[in-house]
């Protein structure tokens, strides 16, 4: 179920919905798919760049090369119009939660927070020692009861969203 925004400082030609949990659950799918191509571009570049012979070399390098050029990608996108391709496919867009676009602060701190989709059950794996199943089962319910606090948001809006002062908008053609 939609319900209509009324924020002023959206442009005219935006009005917004909030959109559904679903919908935006399948613009991350979508977005899964399209930083599958960034990662395996920015991996490759790395290993060319550094000469690297296996994937156990500057494997600590790598991971923060592959962090900075995701969150290059996101916040360079949210910031300048506010959606990435998969938004724009499935018409969502980024916005504070004034309606205004996003800062460069604001679109950094959404990328950071919303790395707690995935962190928090990733990081009990090594810390109690847990097997590949038993943290897969922890990091998909985790995953779930995240989404569930979009579902249960007034607006429609996932904590991390919350936390940055952003939220996502529908937008129309």
Sequence with gaps: MSQPLTTSSLPADAPSIVPTVRRRLAALLYEALILFGVVFIAGYLFSTL????????????????????????????????????????????????????????????RYVLAWLWF????????????????????????????????????QRQFLHDRLAGTRIIGVTR
């Excluded at 923060?64 to 996108?77: H, K, P, S, T």
């Design 119 to 154: 962190l928090p059950p990733l990081a009990l794996h090594p810390l109690l020692g847990l097997r590949l199943p038993q943290t897969l089962v922890i990091a998909g319910i985790w995953f779930v009861l995240w989404a569930a606090t979009g579902r249960f948001d007034p």
């Design 50 to 109: 550094t000469q690297q012979r296996n994937g156990l070399t500057h494997h600590n390098l790598l991971a923060a090369w592959i962090g900075l050029v995701v969150g290059v990608y996101f916040v360079w996108f949210w910031t300048h119009s506010g959606q990435t391709l998969p938004m724009k496919t499935w018409r969502l867009r980024v916005v504070a939660a004034d309606g205004s676009p996003l800062s460069t602060a604001r679109a950094i701190a």
